[in-house]
C-alpha cells in the first residue's frame, strides 16, 4: 500500500508545480447492492476508503478515461512511462480492492481506493 500511496502523492505533486493542496483522507465506507452498482469495480461489502486528492491543473475527460492503462502517460519523454496508475490498481486489486479516479480541467484530480475490511475474531 506504500508504494500505491507513494505513486498517487507523487503523481499529485507533479501536477501542482506552481503549488496547491494535496489531501488524504481515510474513512470507513459500506455498499448495499445499489450503490455498490454506481462504483466501477465495486462490490457490496465494508470497506476503507482512502482518498487522494489535489488542486493541480486536472485531467479532460478523454485523458480520464485512460489513466489506468499501462504506458499510457501524458507526462514528457523521460518523465514517465505512464505504469504508475496501473500498477497501484494492481496492488489494489491485490489486496481485494477497487479503484476509481475523478478530475476536470483546471480543477485537480481524485483518486481513491477501496480495501475490504475484514473482521478478525480471537
Not at 447492492?33 to 491543473?57: C, E, L, N
Not at 518523465?79 to 490498481?89: F, P
Request: aromatic share 10%; glycine share 14%.
Amino acid at each position: 500500500m506504500h508504494q500505491a500511496l507513494s505513486i498517487l502523492c507523487g503523481n499529485a505533486f507533479d501536477a501542482m508545480k506552481s503549488g496547491g493542496t494535496l489531501t488524504l483522507i481515510a474513512s470507513p465506507i459500506t455498499f448495499d447492492a445499489k450503490t455498490a452498482y454506481a462504483v466501477p469495480g465495486a462490490r457490496p461489502g465494508s470497506f476503507i476508503k482512502v482518498m487522494v486528492s489535489d488542486t493541480g491543473f486536472g485531467m479532460p475527460p478523454e485523458v480520464l478515461d485512460k489513466v489506468f492503462d499501462p504506458f499510457y502517460t501524458t507526462k514528457d519523454v523521460g518523465q514517465g512511462v505512464g505504469l504508475g496508475l496501473a500498477t497501484a490498481l494492481g496492488i489494489v486489486k491485490g489486496h481485494g480492492g477497487f479503484m476509481q479516479a475523478d478530475s476536470q480541467s483546471g480543477q485537480g484530480s481524485q483518486f481513491s481506493f477501496y480495501l475490504p475490511l475484514k473482521l478478525v475474531t480471537a
